[in-house]
């Protein structure tokens, strides 16, 4: 008998165990929100290169330092700071002939092209067309890219976070509503980060005289997730 009651006693709490775990499962709504912030850039990144060929691999590397030189006494004449200029690239390739070749001639080398490429930093945009402008005569004879951004993006991210909590809390009180629940406190918040600057808005400007550039605006983004608590039963 004491047997037969000891294992009914197990029983009734393995049958209870699963019914009392659903029932200390939190009650909770998470949502995630974002936000954005845009204003217009204050500083400029570009990447200006120059590229020349000769038929012996000094020649070619000397014809692209001598305008390379050139460039960078120009930008240190515009005021740019050392600490703007940089060696973003440098490169020495052969030029083969009949590398593809389906005769039986070997592939030989027929000349050099180098390559010498620098990323440059523009913080005053009303020069930044005196600047293109000013390269192209001195030289320089690619061009890889050009980004907006801003010099101190930190205003901007603050601010898209908290947006971002806003869009959350937004999200989280509709959903109690339509639910028919009561919203509790915050439990956790989680930061996901955000873009970085985004072009956006290309609005027709010109940077000074020299090359037309169009600034437009630049976007900064964040993201968070959010976990609140369903009050009362």
């Known amino acids: 008998m004491r047997r037969t009651i000891l294992g009914a006693t197990l029983l009734m709490v393995a049958f209870a165990s699963p019914v009392l775990a659903q029932d200390?499962?939190?009650r909770q709504i998470t949502?995630?929100?974002t936000g954005e912030v845009a204003a217009a850039p204050d500083m400029a990144t570009i990447r200006l290169g120059?590229?020349?060929q000769a038929e012996v691999a000094q020649a070619a590397m000397d014809a692209t330092s001598g305008a390379v030189s050139?460039?960078?006494e120009r930008l240190d004449a515009l005021g740019l700071e050392p600490r703007d200029v940089q060696t973003a690239n440098l490169i020495l390739n052969p030029l083969w002939s009949g590398q593809y070749s389906s005769g039986e001639a070997a592939p030989e080398i027929t000349g050099f092209v180098a390559f010498n490429t620098i990323a440059v930093r523009v913080r005053a945009l009303d020069t930044l067309g005196e600047v293109l402008q000013a390269v192209l005569e001195d030289g320089a004879n690619t061009f890889d890219g050009l980004q907006f951004s801003m010099q101190e993006p930190k205003p901007l991210e603050d601010?898209?976070?908290r947006k971002a909590v806003e869009d959350a809390m937004e999200k989280a009180a509709l959903l109690a509503e339509a639910a028919g629940v009561t919203l509790g406190p915050v439990q956790s918040i989680s930061d996901h980060g955000g873009g970085g600057p985004v072009m956006?808005?290309?609005a027709s400007a010109r940077m000074?005289?020299?090359v037309p550039?169009?600034?437009g605006e630049v976007t900064v983004s964040a993201s968070v997730s959010m976990v609140f608590g369903i009050a009362g039963e």
Request: cysteine-free; aromatic content about 0%.
């Open 50 to 52: 120059v590229t020349h």
């Open 208 to 210: 000074g005289s020299g």
């Open 159 to 161: 601010e898209a976070r």
């Open 70 to 72: 050139r460039v960078l």
């Open 24 to 26: 200390a499962a939190p």
């Open 213 to 215: 550039v169009a600034a």
């Open 31 to 33: 949502v995630t929100g």
């Open 200 to 202: 956006m808005e290309m």
